[in-house]
Every structure is written in structure tokens, then in C-alpha cells.
């Protein structure tokens, strides 16, 4: 079978109630935070560049814009990333069936893996539309594959146009996965712009909890599985519809030196009495410069390739910490201490990711972005020791199974707590605006690449040297993110975007 993993920065599963009461939390921190009657007054970059000691008490004007709304829009590319990432794990077996290929297993492989192949060119693809076109142009545009993708993958009778249709949904997901974080870092108040990022994460944690929902009809009714593609249709169609009334992004218009449109995206936005406030941060940290957009080969020069190479890192330690190998192996390791079904491991799974992912929303914009993630690979670490130390001594074989599913479980949480939800949200603070939309894409390229490549390769690799040495490389991987992230990362946490790029600028 074709590795089952389908994390993207999350693992499957997440309640629509434990969601409806984090979006209203994150409201209710917006409202308190909007509704401050002290004049706004501005933090000076410190010329020194040091971006963690730079003061964070900004006091606001009462606003009257909405910007909730419009992240709601956007995450729907988040519900699909999840989603298409997800409906192929329950519907393969039996559209193998009806396509003729259930004892091959190759090309049971190729209708998994085109997704993540079309995912890579995707996400390239859309940080050239996002500069191009505009966000919410690329939003719409994205919507075509979803759409086309998904209705291929419904009505196929044959091999060859299931795989054009994976590969077409794959497009998509990878123009999501860089779009839809971009859209809103660049949206977002900066008090609570971490807790809207990881509302991101969890959106895509509900896409997964609705492909498996889906797929429970599947055991009645083999034929359920061009339905569950079918689903696939709708949330992609509003999502283009929702994007027609959906604000730019005013960083966008005001680099492109559209200074009247860039005003009325921000009365929409935050209200007419934000708009002098947000406009001097942009003049201030050069949105308005005359610098044309990045080219790709920018991004390797002196002056971007240190920051680039942080977010490219970022997301090759995502991958390479073990997240697929941990939700494939989960299965395995719930069977071992009694638990057959399938549907109740993955809620298990499911759960700690969306309990974790609730937590760290909570603490991104009171602990910071750095902290999180260095706590969440040094947990990380230490389940894939405990992990890997249950199949290895003796005298922990009568209590393997249960300290097994205590791993995965605390692996799961630790890697919601950071690793999970903070790469995508860090990534669009740090980059400068001219580079912001292509940065953005080649770092989630990395992640769909070094995705593809360990799925590719292991089962190889679990064959040669065993699950226990495997889980102890993971481990060593994590210990080696947290000491890097601790030496290369800056903290963010209260900052406006502009803020965070002159103090980088004067760090150089």
C-alpha cells in the first residue's frame, strides 16, 4: 500500500465544536483588542536590528472593519488542502476496484503521489500569481484546477484520467498552501495575527476530518467514492465566489502603487479610523518603494538568501522530523495495545493534533513563534525516543503498547504545538514585501519536495535499518531543528509586518 501519511503541517482530524469555540475566541480577542479608545502610537525599529527587544505595547484606535470574515473565505483553500490530502486514504481500495488496479500496487502509488508532484508545482506556480495578479485573483484563479481536479477524479473510468485529475487537485492544493497563509499574515491585525494563522492549521485539520467523515458510507455503498470526490466541487466554487467580495490584500496594492485601492482594501479591512495609522507603517517600512517585484533568482542573492534559507529549513525539518511516519505507523501502534479500529485510532490522532493546534493559538501571540517551536521539537524529540526505545528494550516489552500510543500521542501534540502550525504562519512575517509571495512558495515547495521524497523512500529505509533506528534518526533530526531554530530565528510576536522587515534590514 502506498504510504497512508497525508500530514501537511497537521494530522488528520478535528471537531466542528472544539473549532466553533477557537473562532469564537479568536472574535472575542478581536473585539477587545479593536475596542481600546487610546490613541495609536507607533514602535521605532531599533537601528540596531534587534528585532526580540524591540517594546510591543501598541494601543489602538477603535476600528469598525472586520477582517474574520475574509480569513473565513480564504481558509476554505485550507479545508481543501486538507481535504484532497486526506479522501484518497479511505476511497483508494475501492476506486482500485472499479479502475481495475487493485493488485497493482504502482499504480496505486501513482494516484497518491501525482498529488503531492502537482502540489510542488503549484506552490511555485502561485507565489508567481500572488505577485503577478494579486491574491485574491490567484485565489479565484486556483479555484479552476480544485474544480476540474476534482470532478475528473469523480467521474474516471480509467487510470490515466484519475491520475490527471489527482495531479490537477494537486495544482491547486499547492497554490493553497502558499496563498492562503500569505493572504492572511498580510490581512491580519498584527495583536492577533498569530491566532488567525493557526486558524489556518485548523482548517485544514477540519478538510481531513470531513474526507474521513465522508468516507464512512464506503462500507454500504462501494460506489460512495466518485461522491466523496464530488464534495470536493463545492467548497473550491465558494471559495471563488467569496473572493469576489473579499478585500486585496493592501500591502499588495500598495507595492504595486495603487495607493486609493490599497486605502479602501484597508476601511474594509480595519475601518476608516486605521487607515492613516496602517498607511504610515507601510511608508515606513518601504511597501511604497519603487523596487520592482523579486525575480526568482533573487531570492538565492546576499541580501534575501540567509532569511529565504530559514523558511526553506523550516519546512525540511517539518518533513524530515517524522510526522508521515508517525500517522502511518499510528495504526500499528494503537493495534498493539488493543485498539482494532481504525476510525478510532485516527480520532485519537486526530484530537491530539487538533488539542494541540487550539493550545498553541492561544500562546502564539503571548509566547512568541521561537519558543513554540523550540518546546515542539524538543517534545518531539523525546516521544520519538520513547517511541523507538519500545521496540528496543526488553524490559519495556510488557508495557510496549500502551507506552507506544503514549508516544504518538505526545508526538502528535508537540508537533501541533509548533512544528506544525508555525512554519507557514512565520515565513510571510519574515520575508520583506517584494520577495514576501515568491519566498513564500519556494519554502513550500521544499516541504512538498522533501514530502514526496520520504514518502518515496520510507518504507525503504524502515526495511533496511528497522522502525526503532528510524525513529531514533527522527529524534536526532528534532534535537538538531531546535538548536537551529534557537540560533536562526527571530522572534515576531507583536510586531507589524513592516516593523519586522526594517529591523531585518538593519540587521543585515
Known amino acids: 500500500m502506498p504510504d497512508r501519511g497525508f500530514c501537511c503541517g497537521g494530522s488528520p482530524l478535528g471537531s466542528p465544536v472544539d473549532f466553533g469555540v477557537e473562532m469564537a475566541r479568536v472574535r472575542t480577542r478581536m473585539e477587545g483588542i479593536f475596542r481600546s479608545r487610546e490613541k495609536a502610537r507607533y514602535v521605532r525599529a531599533q537601528t540596531s536590528g534587534d528585532l526580540e527587544n524591540v517594546p510591543t505595547d501598541k494601543l489602538q484606535t477603535k476600528p469598525s472593519g472586520h477582517v474574520l470574515p475574509y480569513v473565513g473565505v480564504a481558509c476554505l483553500g485550507a479545508i481543501l488542502f486538507g481535504y484532497h490530502l486526506a479522501v484518497v486514504n479511505g476511497a483508494l481500495e475501492y476506486l482500485a476496484r472499479d479502475l481495475g488496479i487493485a493488485k497493482d500496487t504502482v499504480l496505486q502509488g501513482w494516484v497518491v503521489s501525482t498529488t503531492l508532484a502537482g502540489a510542488t508545482v503549484g506552490s511555485f506556480t502561485g507565489g508567481t500569481l500572488a505577485d503577478k495578479l494579486g491574491r485574491i485573483r490567484t485565489f479565484q484563479l486556483d479555484a479552476i484546477p480544485l474544480v476540474i481536479g476534482a470532478f475528473l477524479s469523480a467521474t474516471a473510468q480509467d487510470v490515466p484520467t484519475m491520475i490527471i485529475g489527482r495531479l490537477l487537485a494537486g495544482f491547486g492544493i499547492g497554490i493553497s498552501s502558499a496563498i492562503v497563509p500569505l493572504y492572511i499574515s498580510e490581512i491580519s491585525p498584527t495583536e492577533i495575527r498569530g491566532a488567525l494563522g493557526s486558524v489556518n492549521q485548523l482548517f485544514i485539520c477540519i478538510g481531513i476530518l470531513v474526507a474521513l467523515v465522508a468516507g464512512l458510507p ?80 533573487d531570492l538565492f542573492s546576499k541580501r534575501y538568501w540567509k532569511v529565504v534559507s530559514v523558511g526553506a529549513a523550516l519546512f525540511l525539518f517539518q518533513q524530515l522530523a517524522g510526522i508521515n511516519a508517525v500517522v502511518y505507523y499510528s495504526t500499528a501502534v494503537f493495534r498493539s495495545a488493543g485498539i482494532s479500529s481504525d476510525v478510532a ?75 506544525g502550525p508555525v512554519p507557514a504562519l512565520l515565513l ?62 527571530v522572534e515576531t510576536k507583536g510586531r507589524s509586518l513592516e516593523e519586522i522587515e526594517r529591523a531585518l534590514s538593519a540587521a543585515d
Open 345 to 419: 485510532a485516527s480520532a485519537l490522532v486526530g484530537a491530539s493534533n487538533v488539542f494541540g493546534t487550539i493550545i498553541a493559538s492561544s500562546l502564539m501571540d503571548k509566547r512568541g513563534r521561537k519558543s513554540l517551536l523550540i518546546t515542539s521539537f524538543i517534545g518531539m524529540a523525546a516521544s520519538m525516543l520513547l517511541l523507538s526505545l519500545c521496540f528496543t528494550w526488553k524490559s519495556l516489552a510488557p508495557y510496549s503498547g500502551t507506552l507506544a500510543v503514549l508516544g504518538t500521542v505526545l508526538y502528535v501534540l508537540s508537533f501541533s504545538l509548533g512544528a
Open 218 to 297: 464506503l462500507a454500504g455503498n462501494p460506489k460512495w467514492w466518485r461522491t466523496m470526490f464530488t464534495i470536493a466541487i463545492f467548497p473550491a466554487v465558494l471559495m471563488a465566489l467569496g473572493m469576489a467580495v473579499c478585500p486585496e490584500s493592501p500591502r499588495w496594492l500598495f507595492q504595486q502603487g495603487k495607493l486609493s485601492q490599497a486605502e479602501t482594501a484597508m476601511k474594509k479591512l480595519y475601518g476608516k479610523e486605521k487607515v492613516a495609522e496602517v498607511m504610515h507603517g507601510l511608508r515606513a517600512g518601504g511597501e511604497g518603494s519603487t523596487e520592482s517585484d523579486a525575480g526568482w533568482f
Open 428 to 489: 510571510p512575517e519574515i520575508f520583506a514585501s517584494r520577495i514576501r509571495a515568491k519566498a513564500v512558495a519556494l519554502s513550500l515547495g521544499m516541504h512538498w519536495v522533501s514530502n514526496f521524497v520520504i514518502g518515496l523512500c520510507f518504507l525503504s529505509v524502515v526495511n533496511r535499518f528497522g522502525i526503532a533506528t528510524v525513529y531514533l534518526g527522527f529524534a536526532t533530526v528534532c534535537v538538531l531543528a531546535a538548536l537551529y531554530i534557537a540560533g536562526n530565528v
